[in-house]
T-cell receptor, first 115, second 111 residues
Framework: DTAVSQTPKYLVTQMGNDKSIKCEQNLGHDTMYWYKQDSKKFLKIMFSYNNKELIINETVPNRFSPKSPDKAHLNLHINSLELGDSAVYFC??????????????FGPGTRLTVT | KQEVTQIPAALSVPEGENLVLNCSFTDSAIYNLQWFRQDPGKGLTSLLLIQSSQREQTSGRLNASLDKSSGRSTLYIAASQPGDSATYLCAVLYGNNRLAFGKGNQVVVIP
């Protein structure tokens, strides 16, 4: 059974388009994340949601908008796509930490290519 | 600034040798440290998680140590195999569930 799943796995689109990436976790976790891995393979957090509430919002352009319809889903919507948005986007989830550290589980990634 | 550094960036070893991968972090106020494995074009697989109160964790041929005061962690892989070829990522968890990643150690085990 897949713990953290993402769709689509690959996404190729043109500049200026709007696209969404979906993420679902079946682990019963309260916290979900979006990470971006750039062309140099460096992973950096973008957003974190806990029980549908935005916790972390790094300096990400306003064109990126996360949406959490329930605590098992965290979708990422990107408006007006730019060439620099090309990257692999990873979703992750963990238990709510309450000051202690819980393991984060990652999805398989979505490779976004903007042409 | 919370920075995580992994040295060396890339290494090749003959099969059977032990692997030693190093990770250092600038801010020692961590909750935990995770080692991940990433195969080309794939997602991240969690290998070991060390809580800030722990000194080491072991799983099979893998052993990870943590020295929080000096801001260092080391991942040891005993008797390396070609299947161990991958990129190994060190990630440090800070407050508010903020996970900071290093750039990875790219490992090639030569048969």
């Amino acid at each position: 059974d897949t713990a953290v799943s993402q769709t689509p796995k690959y996404l190729v689109t043109q500049m200026g388009n709007d696209k969404s990436i979906k993420c679902e976790q079946n682990l019963g976790h309260d916290t979900m994340y979006w990470y971006k891995q750039d062309s140099k393979k460096f992973l950096k957090i973008m957003f974190s949601y806990n029980n549908k509430e935005l916790i972390i919002n790094e300096t990400v352009p306003n064109r990126f908008s996360p949406k959490s319809p329930d605590k098992a889903h965290l979708n990422l919507h990107i408006n007006s796509l730019e060439l620099g948005d090309s990257a692999v986007y990873f979703c992750a989830s963990s238990q709510e930490s309450h000051g202690t550290g819980h393991e984060q589980y990652f999805g398989p990634g979505t490779r976004l290519t903007v042409t | 600034k919370q920075e995580v550094t992994q040295i060396p960036a890339a290494l090749s070893v003959p099969e059977g040798e032990n692997l030693v991968l190093n990770c250092s972090f600038t801010d020692s106020a961590i909750y935990n440290l995770q080692w991940f494995r990433q195969d080309p074009g794939k997602g991240l697989t969690s290998l070991l998680l060390i809580q800030s109160s722990q000194r080491e964790q072991t799983s099979g041929r893998l052993n990870a140590s943590l020295d929080k005061s000096s801001g260092r962690s080391t991942l040891y892989i005993a008797a390396s195999q070609p299947g161990d070829s991958a990129t190994y990522l060190c990630a440090v968890l800070y407050g508010n569930n903020r996970l900071a990643f290093g750039k990875g150690n790219q490992v090639v085990v030569i048969p």
